[in-house]
């Protein structure tokens, strides 16, 4: 959130820019390192608190500075084309280490990744028209700004029920992804292959849906984004209820085109409806959701296994994801929308 509101009330492509900068200096220092030995611990965990600072303000002003490179009406596209590019990104650059292993040691890895971080710096740096954010004259601070970042939210409740639909959902959905799945490889006698392939099948599924929606213009974002919950709910629940390889890869490929309809849609609303001065700190309010949700859902997910059973578990999860995405549906379509004013709240929800 501190991240967040600094890249609110600063240049986000020069933060951005800023950033990647940063973290290419200090993956050349991780390289130079391991070139004389180990790095001791101490120095790992600054090298991590450092990285994981320069990306929390790197991560807000990237997802906020869409809307201003990129016209309302085509937030949709632009944010599946993204998601797309990360989906594909997450599972090639695992399988480059090995081929880097193979030429170059560790030391040599790490100056390849510093490398990628000059390659972001530079398109940042190639992007010229970037529309102007209002900003106050005076900065107002960091705690006043994170106050007028939340009215921001609150004043558009259906953006917030979309939020904690999605927060609450992933608590239910989340765990069984992390200790469900394994127990469910284990119940139909697989092994870390066949974990490695239903976790594939949803990320290419995923993949693929993110695509899909880069080519589609939705119009009522909010309802799309809450109404994909019960669809992966649907997903979920017939998973537990089976225990063949060949029932699980097609609804693990359901799971993975649903995921895609649950945040690509969210990240559009919230950049069409909340303002640029704001919309920083209202990504990161959300990924502050989910980085509670993903570190509550796995021990409740174990817990409910061990008590109730691996297919009463999912079913339990499907059902939940389906009326909890039932009452958010209700919720919208029983709120009159809001009059939208301003020429970057066009979007209808």
Not at 281 to 301: D, E, F, N, R, V
Request: glycine share 12%.
């Amino acid at each position: 959130m501190l991240g967040a509101s600094y890249a609110d009330r600063h240049d986000r492509r020069r933060l951005m820019i800023g950033a990647d900068l940063l973290r290419l200096v200090l993956l050349l220092g991780l390289a130079g390192a391991l070139l004389h030995g180990t790095v001791p611990l101490p120095a790992l965990a600054g090298f991590a608190l450092c990285e994981g600072s320069a990306s929390a303000v790197f991560t807000p002003a990237r997802l906020a500075l869409v809307p201003a490179i990129v016209p309302a009406g085509r937030l949709l596209q632009a944010n599946g084309i993204l998601q797309a590019c990360f989906m594909a990104s997450f599972g090639i650059g695992p399988l480059l280490l090995g081929p880097l292993l193979a030429v170059t040691a560790m030391p040599g890895v790490m100056a390849v990744n510093a490398a990628t971080f000059a390659v972001s710096a530079a398109t940042l740096a190639g992007i010229r028209h970037v529309a102007p954010a209002a900003r106050p004259g005076a900065d107002p601070g960091m705690l006043r700004d994170l106050a007028a970042g939340w009215r921001a939210v609150r004043s558009a409740p259906d953006v917030l029920l979309v939020l904690g639909t999605f927060v609450a959902a992933l608590v239910l959905a989340s765990g069984f992804l992390a200790v469900g799945l394994p127990a469910w490889v284990a119940r139909a006698h697989g092994g870390p292959g066949t974990l490695g392939l239903l976790q594939g099948t949803a990320g290419a599924a995923e993949l693929a849906g993110a695509l899909v929606l880069s080519r589609l213009r939705l119009r009522r974002l909010a309802l799309t984004a809450a109404g994909a919950w019960a669809v992966l709910g649907g997903f979920r629940l017939f998973l537990g209820a089976t225990s063949r390889l060949a029932a699980g890869l097609p609804l693990m490929a359901g799971t993975g085109l649903a995921s895609a309809a649950t945040d690509i849609p969210l990240v559009a609303l919230l950049q069409a409806r909340i303002p640029a001065g704001h919309l920083g700190k209202a990504m990161a309010l959300w990924y502050t959701g989910i980085a509670a949700a993903i570190t509550i859902s796995p021990p409740l997910a174990a817990v409910a296994i061990r008590a109730w059973g691996l297919t009463a578990s999912f079913a339990l999860s499907g059902a939940g994801l389906a009326a909890l995405s039932a009452l958010s549906l209700l919720r919208l379509t029983r709120r009159r929308p809001a009059a939208v004013t301003g020429a970057t709240h066009k979007a209808v929800p």
